[in-house]
């Protein structure tokens, strides 16, 4: 079954740190493109980064609103993607799914990230 | 600062056919923008159904198909179905980023 399961959501304090991991299966990972995308509670998707294929540099691009703050990478010997959050702002609390590119067009359920004093 | 806007919401009568679109404010879209479309009902994730302006997934159902409309990439439900009510965004390709809709509240009754 194809699949992509995000995990390590939680609360965090405004200013601090959390690493999301996104386990695939049923398709070949390391051959694709991944994404990360959040939805504020009540509100729209906001696309987030991307990370190209190892043969590709595995160059990574970045929206505006956390360039700088985040960092997405993955392991493709364990198909896990990471997005590395640091700086956390009241602003990035959001659902955070993890997908493919177009093509496959496979997402995750997503895991909730609570950034509160 | 690209913004792509969509409709707000729209409602159709089951059986009906309805058009959803998607602008950039940098102009016309084209295939370039790679526009992809995105179903997501209340309280589950996000569900690709269109990408590469038309080209449908193997769980997308006949009934969907996109297209470039008069400078902007659509979306048109035929013979539309109440489990079709839904949120749907567009998603458009500028350059190295990508661009959401602020998404359609599709009503169907």
């Known amino acids: ?117 | 600062q690209t913004v792509v806007t969509q409709e707000p919401s729209l409602t159709v009568s089951p059986g009906g056919t309805v058009t959803l679109t998607c602008a950039s404010n940098t102009g016309a879209v084209t295939s370039d923008y790679y526009p992809n479309w995105v179903q997501q009902k209340p309280g589950q994730a996000p569900r690709s159904l269109i990408y590469s302006t038309s080209k449908k997934h193997s769980w997308t159902p006949a009934r969907f198909s996109g297209s470039l409309l008069g400078g902007k990439a659509a979306l048109t439900l035929s013979g539309v179905q109440t489990e079709d009510e839904a949120e749907y965004y567009c998603l458009l390709y500028h350059g190295v980023a990508q661009v959401f809709g602020g998404g359609t509240k599709l009503t169907v009754l």
């Open chain 1, 1 to 117: 079954e194809v699949q992509l399961l995000e995990s390590g959501g939680g609360l965090v304090k405004p200013g601090g740190s959390l690493r999301l991991s996104c386990a695939a299966s049923g398709f070949i990972f390391s051959s694709a493109w991944m994404n990360w995308v959040r939805q504020a509670p009540g509100k729209g998707l906001e696309w987030v980064g991307r990370i190209r294929r190892k043969v590709d540099d595995e160059a990574t691009d970045y929206a505006a609103p956390v360039q700088g703050r985040f960092t997405v990478s993955r392991d493709d010997s364990k198909n896990i993607l990471y997005l590395q959050m640091n700086s956390l702002k009241t602003e990035d609390t959001a659902v955070y799914y993890c997908t493919t590119g177009s093509d496959e067009g496979i997402w995750g359920q997503g895991t909730m990230v609570t950034v509160s004093s």
